[in-house]
């Protein structure tokens, strides 16, 4: 029998080779070929290139007029260069690192070349040559693909898929759904995804496929949701109240209102035999270490363990710190095991997890290793989850007996994104700062007003502070950002000499090295540091209050917000100096917002009007789900529909038993998955 499920090369005309060529894009089965949705359709309507903004993605359509000449230069690095005449203006075209497109570009033949515009040069990026079209084909798709799959024959063999398997598409969506957002049918959404007869059609279809791929994605989330709460087989963890109400009076300071507020969320869940997934946001220095304390020493309290983890040794060093000045050593007991704890001392560890002698481990992924067990485990608290990966939580989650599971981030994401997007979990959110804190004042220069700069560094260095200086990541070369960084260390060096120390830090140092400069740092015996983003995460030098960052236009709001939170931390006023030459309006735009506000939502609500959600969180940085037809953030108003529409479908009683809803039954529920969402 016939399946959408069928591999590729039961198509006419797949061959072994072929297939081997298409599963490269991720395309195994017809149903992948189906649903291998164009990226976007480029409206080939002849752009006039005086209306073409700088940096604005077009297709250009002209005559090519030049041959186009291969150089090839650094590391499998290469450009090609060619002209086209279109009307009578000549424009200069370049692809970088597609060498193999040389023989597409043909001398006076016609091409249509998708790109990004440089105003400045009158010259165009070349991204992709588009299939040649027939004309009067005005709205074409265009698809990811690579050296051995091309657009036309991606395309052609998509019609051959449709040819002989688009009868067994059926309907997923129940009837009820399809008329009250009159959603086009699934079967011709699929076909008018590839092949739209005008904008109007294809954004029908697209509409229907977002509503669909939300709806699923939400059904899922919340049956995950719904069936951990039902389960009622998490911990209920009866931590003595009277205790923890004496801990946080002790605190060397009165917890914010906010603190208050989601440290209550949180103890709530951890007294529930619920399975606790929150999520804890909170900017820069907002305080969650002190919450994260606290939920550790309720669980110590109801005599189960808790574990933190973090992603760097420095991190967990300075974790470890921070929570024994805040625990009493008598009362809990602490350890911290990295990857550099010694073969001894670790095994001493492992007993005492095991035995129940430690209450509360601090690590990195060391934690998670095979051998390590727990007695009781109650808690796992990771801090800057977006770090770990999905299944380095799941391994440590199932150490234990299901514990309660925080994840506290400082990567700033719009509470109602938050909440949809991170569907299966519950957030919390710290959306205040501790009070007397001296705002941090943003500075952008242009690179030659630098040694302004650096002079007035040195009234700073001499009333004892301290300052960092990060360099950026070099795309794609590790090396050369070594390199880079070693120049401005030795500019740096140079220039501070004789009476100030300059360390260097980079993610080619051992782990050990770097935690022997940064240890140098905090002790104030280098008194300046040197050093790519391996700085970001959590660092705490509260004598530190410059933070310059070279190239500052290189980094995503997000991160700059990160990187300004190492200063500010002590009670002297701090500043954070970008030193950026902007390319575009764009740039200029977000050195500016950056000077104008420190608090991380307005930052990343900015972020994302300007960049789109793909670039601010990179889906694997941030886990956020990644879709294939919906974005988050310009589709926002659709997941929210789709989650009320989930919602109202886990109301119906056994819904995956009713006729309409077979569809959606499958869909999410496909017989080799494991996981159960139905009773
Ligand atoms: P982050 O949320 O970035 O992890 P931290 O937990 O490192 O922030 O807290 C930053 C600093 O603020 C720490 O030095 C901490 O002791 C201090 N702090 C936390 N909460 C309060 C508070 N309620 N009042 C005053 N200082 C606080
Ligand atoms: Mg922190």
Known sequence: ????????????????????????????????????????????????????????????????VSEAVLSRYGYKKSRLNFRIMQDHAVINVSFFNQPYLKDKIILSEEIAIYGKWDAKRKALNGMKILAAKNDGEEFAPIYHVNKRVRQSSLVQLIRTGFDEYGQLVEESLPLELIQKYRLMDRREAMFAMHFPRNPEESHQAKRRMVFEEFLLFQLKMQGLKRQEKAEKNGIAIQYDVKRLKEFTKRLPFELTQAQKKVTNEICRDLMNPHHMQRLLQGDVGSGKTVV?????????????????????????????????????????????????????DRREILAQLASGEIDVIIGTHALIQGDVAFKRLGLVITDEQHRFGVNQRKILRE???????????????????????????????????????????????????????????????????????????????????????????????????????VGLLHGKMKNQEKDEIMQEFKENRLQLLVSTTVIEVGVNVPNATIMLIMDADRFGLAQLHQLRGRVGRGSDASYCILVANPKNEMGVERMKIMTETNNGFVLSEKDLELRGPGEVFGARQSGLPEFIVGDIVTDFNVLEVAREEASAIWQKKQWWVLPDYQGLAEEIQPENEQHQYFD
Request: proline share 6%; with cysteine.
């Open 399 to 501: 150490k234990g007996q299901k514990p309660d599971v925080l994840f506290m981030t400082a990567t700033p994401i719009p509470r109602t994104l938050a909440i949809t997007a991170y569907g299966e979990m519950d957030v919390s959110i710290i959306d205040e700062m501790p009070a007397g804190r001296i705002p941090i004042e943003t500075r952008w220069i242009r690179p030659p007003q630098i040694d302004t700069v650096l002079e007035w560094m040195k009234t700073e260095l001499a009333a004892g502070h301290q300052a960092y200086v990060i360099c950026p990541l070099i795309e794609e070369s590790e090396a050369l950002d070594v390199k880079n960084a070693t120049e401005i260390f030795e500019h740096m060096t140079a220039f501070f000499a004789p009476d100030y120390q």
């Open 1 to 64: 029998m016939m399946k959408l499920t069928d591999p590729l090369h039961v198509l006419s005309g797949v061959g072994p080779k072929r297939a081997e060529a298409f599963s490269e894009l991720g395309i195994h089965t017809v149903k992948d070929l189906l649903t291998y949705y164009p990226f976007r359709y480029e409206d080939i309507q002849e752009k006039v290139i005086e209306e073409i903004q700088d940096q604005e993605k077009v297709t250009l359509k002209g005559t090519v």
């Open 292 to 344: 994260a304390a606290i939920a550790l020493y309720a669980v110590m309290t109801a005599g189960f363990q808790g574990a933190l983890m973090v992603p760097t040794e420095i991190l967990a060093q300075q974790h470890m710190e921070s929570l024994q000045q805040l625990f009493d050593p008598l009362e809990v007991r602490t350890a911290l095991l990295t990857g550099s704890t010694r073969a001894k």
